[in-house]
């Protein structure tokens, strides 16, 4: 059961009772509400701590959980920021991508990957605009935790069905929200990029991949094993599938 998205706020969008998606130019993030707490979706880059903070304080409630899709630095970068004040909330990524998230290891593209691409100035100008939002920050987060893909997890009053994408990196992870048909799809299924012309479900540009193959069979069985009915991207608008 769907319905027509309603506004609650300039960058908020009600896709379905207690799930609020925000999106922005350069990334988007998802808020879940009930039971009294907030669990968030992702976290924006370091720069978009305030708007975060914001968005959770129109919603409304305790943030109890933070489930990250991937450490990509526009994706944790205010977690943080949050977690100092919101102490007792949980960061939960897939085991696979805890060293991302902590930041041992780094699976992200970087200048030097750029660099064959800088001539194309929607390239150039999209890198300036992630690196002058923290791109380049450390943004690791200190203790997260595993959670278990493919189980059934309830956050704020959902049920959350963690779904392992790998990829985009090692460890991806979409969350699947069945009682709304819901996918939130990180950067596994975007819709749009600031660097692309592409519109409707896709993989990012190869450059932006840990493991391009690994990522289009990711987004393919994805969308042929579960009945999604609207797309929440990391990038892009939200889409309603036919
Ligand atoms: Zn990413």
């Known amino acids: ?6 506004r609650t706020h300039p960058n908020v969008e009600v896709i379905a009772p207690g799930i609020h998606f925000v999106q922005t130019p350069l990334v988007n993030w998802t808020v879940l509400s009930g039971d009294g707490t907030l669990t968030l979706i992702d976290a924006g880059y370091p720069s978009d701590l305030r708007r975060v903070s914001r968005v959770l304080d129109d919603v409304g409630g305790e943030l109890t959980t933070v489930l990250i899709t991937h450490g990509h630095s526009d994706h944790i970068g205010a977690v943080r920021g949050l977690l100092a ?3 007792d909330a949980a960061v939960l990524a897939s085991a696979d991508e805890l060293p991302n998230v902590t930041r041992e290891v780094t699976h992200q593209v970087g200048v030097q990957d750029l ?5 194309r100035p929607s390239v150039m100008a999209w890198t300036a605009r992630a690196i002058a939002a923290g791109g380049l920050a ?4 200190p203790d997260p935790r595993p959670i278990e893909p493919g189980r059934e997890h309830r ?20 969350y699947w929200l069945p009682d709304h048909g819901v996918l939130v799809s990180g950067d596994g299924i975007v819709t749009g ?3 692309s012309r592409e519109h409707g479900p896709h993989v990012l540009a190869s450059m932006f991949n840990h493991d391009d193959p690994v990522a289009h069979a990711s987004m393919a069985t994805v969308l042929d094993e ?17």
């Open 1 to 6: 059961m769907m319905r027509t998205a309603g």
């Open 85 to 87: 004040e919101w102490p």
């Open 115 to 119: 660099l064959p691409s800088l001539w």
């Open 138 to 141: 450390d943004v690791g987060v």
């Open 155 to 174: 956050f704020s009053g959902h049920r959350v069905i963690p779904v392992l994408t790998p990829g985009h990196t090692p460890g991806h992870l979409m």
């Open 193 to 195: 990029h600031p660097t």
């Open 226 to 242: 579960l009945p999604v009915e609207v797309l929440l991207p990391g990038h892009g608008p939200w889409l309603r599938l036919g």
